[in-house]
Nanobody, 121 residues
Framework: QVQLVESGGGLVQAGGSLRLSCAAS????????MAWFRQAPGKERELVGT????????YYAESVKGRFAISRDNAKNTVYLQMNSLKPEDTAVYYC??????????????WGQGTQVTVSP
């Protein structure tokens, strides 16, 4: 129903900034919430933040509050993750995901392929 493609990952120095993009296609009108997750090798997948597609309301994990921001471009069906003041511990594969209204509500049913973010000291 909904396909997600992440882009914008790369290598940056600590203290730098990076913006990730997540382009949605298909039945985008069915999207309830979108979220960013990250996972480093050997670690559990971690929720970075969420955004309500309809209202734009956001939520952030404590570890990224004040540094990361999620935004949207409705015309382009794209969600962004602006990452500032990056730290080496932010290094991970970042994924976007979406819930589908009236389909497994509350569960992230659609996932992107992931994009690598590496922060060097």
């Amino acid at each position: 129903q909904v396909q997600l493609v992440e882009s914008g990952g790369g290598l940056v120095q600590a203290g730098g900034s990076l913006r990730l993009s997540c382009a949605a296609s298909g039945r985008t009108f069915s999207i309830g919430r979108m979220a960013w997750f990250r996972q480093a090798p050997g670690k559990e997948r971690e929720l970075v933040g969420t955004l309500s597609w309809s209202t734009g309301n956001t939520y952030y994990a404590e570890s990224v509050k004040g540094r990361f921001a999620i935004s949207r471009d409705n015309a382009k069906n794209t969600v962004y993750l602006q990452m500032n003041s990056l730290k080496p511990e932010d290094t991970a594969v970042y994924y976007c995901a979406a819930t589908i209204r009236c389909f497994r509500e509350g569960a992230f049913a659609s996932w992107g392929q992931g994009t690598q973010v590496t922060v060097s000291p």
